[in-house]
């Protein structure tokens, strides 16, 4: 079964705005990450937060994490055209790991 | 110029053929893995090898083997046991085991006629 679900599926939104995409899951983890695919290519890392951290910055990337909730949220600040593109969480526990669905996003110039 | 290389990038192959998807890294890692991802879906976890000569599967490995006789290969034969091979592959690799940060290739598109 699938450990991390992203939310919303899709995402559209004008330059300059923000986006926020979710990422919820069932079980206890070491650690979340987040990742980027662009359409047609290999996924790059963008960021790793462990499971005592509870929020982290990197660029104009924000993500959080409760434990309590078992959710995680990645914040994009002024959104450019370049980040459209498809958003996964990776999640492990104990020896498993999976990654979500993915959100959608798409920055519209 | 460090990496994680896939070949090729497009395969078409006919049904009842096996097929063997390379990958290769130089980044000195212990971990590689095999992904597949159908159009608008997520990544589904095939094998992953954390040593030479030992690998687990994944979600759904029926259908697929590897081997990991070299630190820096990895590959992947889609036999004819797979009963819907056509997606895309991706292969990655990380420092030690997937709490690293995995470093993807580029993906092969395996299409069966």
């Known amino acids: 079964s699938q450990q991390g679900e992203e939310d919303p599926q899709a995402l559209s939104i004008q330059e300059g705005e923000n986006a926020t995409m979710n990422c919820s899951y069932k079980t206890s983890i070491n650690n979340l990450q987040w990742y980027r695919q662009n359409s047609g290519r290999g996924l790059v890392h963008l960021i790793l937060i462990r499971s005592n951290e509870r929020e982290k910055h990197s660029g104009r990337l924000r993500v959080t994490l409760d434990t309590s909730k078992k959710s995680s949220s990645l914040l994009i600040t002024a959104s450019r055209a370049a980040d459209t593109a498809s958003y996964f969480c990776?999640?492990?526990?104990?020896?498993?790991?999976?990654f979500g669905t993915g959100t959608s996003l798409t920055v519209i110039p | 110029d460090g990496g994680i290389t896939q070949s090729p990038k497009y395969l078409f192959r006919k049904e009842g053929q096996n097929v063997t998807l390379s990958c290769e890294q130089n980044l000195n890692h212990d971990a590689m893995y095999w992904y597949r991802q159908d159009p608008g879906q997520g990544l589904r976890l095939i094998y992953y090898?954390?040593?030479?000569?030992?690998?687990q599967k994944g979600d759904i490995a029926e259908g697929y083997s590897v081997s990991r006789e070299k630190k820096e290969s990895f590959p992947l034969t889609v036999t004819s046991a797979q009963k819907n091979p056509t997606a895309f592959y991706l292969c990655?690799?990380?420092?030690?085991?997937?709490?690293?940060?995995?470093?993807f290739g580029p993906g092969t598109r395996l299409t069966v006629l």
């Open positions: 090898s954390q040593i030479v000569n030992d690998f």
């Open positions: 990776a999640t492990d526990f104990g020896n498993q790991f999976y």
């Open positions: 990655a690799s990380s420092q030690s085991g997937p709490w690293d940060e995995q470093f």
